[in-house]
């Protein structure tokens, strides 16, 4: 249905430039400019403040006033799609990475991939993990085999720079100081429970998971891990995976692959 | 339409994940929470949690804040589905949204968009509303809204567009009473004789939050819905006015902004409540 006052407030409302609505008017003035920016701030302010709580460690790196206009820019150029808010940013990490601004920041997008990862954890399905007693009742001869079902919150965010440390840093997890050891790292998020974990991954860790989480079983993803890193430990990171709470279930290899009656 | 709204005629609050431990703590003599429902979209974790544990112990409004159902435009199918999900698993007293629109095309701006009052967005309204109503499978409430600007275009007033929808498609209304005293503030009218002419036998939820004030392009005040602050004085008195003449209506204490603590909102709900005890009392007298 044709309908003008919706196409002119929309066209209106994330830019600044364009004139007001047609059609529209006050008791008190004839072109109320004043009070058609009470809704373009509106739009504009509550989904810089949906990004804000979202994103609270990139705002707290980078400053109030900065967040600000960078979320500003983001949400003319990327306005939200739904309107199930708890989602809208997924895409503030590619934003920020081509935010010239913040060029000098180079680690700062990934950070925000982290969090992006965090709030979707959050919202993520609820599953109860396997506990440890189901890995220890295993068979040793065919636990090479076993794949891993692994829980719908995990989500693992690699990069260039040490943002697992950076994150905990900044959200309080660890008390903030220069970074002694700058360099690539990778972090797990996962929420097995309510609350929301941010665990910084050991060497080859997030190759490990990634081949389980791509469904292959457990001596091909210690393969590829060892491919990535020679330093895999392989108990380390089975330490890690169960006791992260990553496990939703542990799938049996079929018996005949291994001969078995 | 099968399930009627039918929230207890007590004070409610609007819930913030905040207060959680506080409220879980005591029984709280609150007579029903409310919730934004698009806040309970995602698939699991705390917020289902918190919302199952107040469903279990009191009253629940869902309040939708996302439809857009003031738009011209078809309803966003998959929302509506996402609705149904919701008030089939928590089964709320009540289900309520606005008279306003929020998005066009595939972009969601997040605010409470007016709309003229015509003959054409009157029947695409009451269209709406019954397909909200035919999928949800209950009677929803309808909220004035707090609104900037007049529409040139506007040929009916807003108290007769709401009596007409409500007549039409048998929802029932959700008077805001700021909304009331923000708009007419805003509009150089008069709250009260609005309130004198709303169809109060319509009106099934009766919501009370605090308003900023700013100033418009003439220099004068104007008022922003700002859910911010305690409810103002003259917001009190015209609740007053309205449940003299109505008798205990289900009221809701919305405070979204600058949340303060479980105390603070309490004693403003505790305001309401008594208001209400006095109505109940003067209408048994």
Known sequence: ?261 | MSIISNLPARTGVGFKPAHFRDILAATQPIGFFEVHAENYMGAGGAPHVQLGALRERYALSVHGVGLSIGSMRPLDCDHLARLKMLCDRYAPESFSEHLAWSSHRDIYFNDLLPLPYTQQTLARVAEHIDAVQTALRRQILLENPATYVRFLESTISEIDFLAEVSKRTGCGLLLDVNNVFVSAMNDGTQPLPYLDSFPLDRVKEIHLGGHDEEADDAGSTLLIDAHGSPVSAAVWTLYAHVIAHTGAIPTLIEWDNDVPDWPTLRAEAAAAQDILADASRASAA
Request: hydrophobic share 50%.
């Open chain 1, 1 to 261: 249905m044709l309908a003008p006052f919706e196409v002119s407030f929309a066209d209106a409302l994330l830019d600044a430039e364009h004139p007001i609505p047609c059609g529209i008017t006050a008791h008190n003035a004839a072109i109320p400019t004043r009070r058609f920016a009470v809704y373009r701030n509106n739009v504009v302010a509550g989904l810089v403040k949906a990004l804000k709580s979202r994103f609270p460690v990139v705002e707290k790196i980078v400053g109030e006033e900065f967040f600000a206009a960078m979320a500003r820019a983001f949400v003319v150029e990327r306005p939200p799609r739904s309107p199930v808010l708890a989602i809208y940013g997924d895409e503030f990490a590619t934003f920020i990475a081509a935010f010239d601004p913040a060029r000098e920041l180079a680690y700062l997008a990934d950070v925000a991939r982290l969090e992006a990862a965090r709030t979707r954890a959050y919202h993520a399905a609820d599953a109860t993990p396997v506990d440890a007693g189901q890995f220890a009742a295993l068979d040793a001869h065919t636990v090479g085999g076993i794949r891993i079902d692994m829980h719908p919150s995990a989500e693992i965010v690699r990069s260039r720079y040490p943002i697992a440390t950076i994150w905990a840093m900044n959200s309080g997890e660890q008390e903030l100081a220069p970074v002694e050891n700058w360099r690539g790292e990778d972090a797990l998020v996962v929420r097995p429970y309510l609350d929301v974990l941010v665990r910084m991954l050991l060497p080859g860790g997030a190759a490990f998971l990634l081949a389980l989480a791509g469904g292959r079983p457990l001596d091909e993803a210690t393969e590829a891990a060892f491919a990535d890193n020679s330093n895999f430990d392989l108990i380390g990171n089975l330490a890690g995976l169960i006791g992260s709470g990553l496990v939703r279930d542990i799938l049996l290899p079929e018996p005949e692959k291994y001969g078995l009656p």
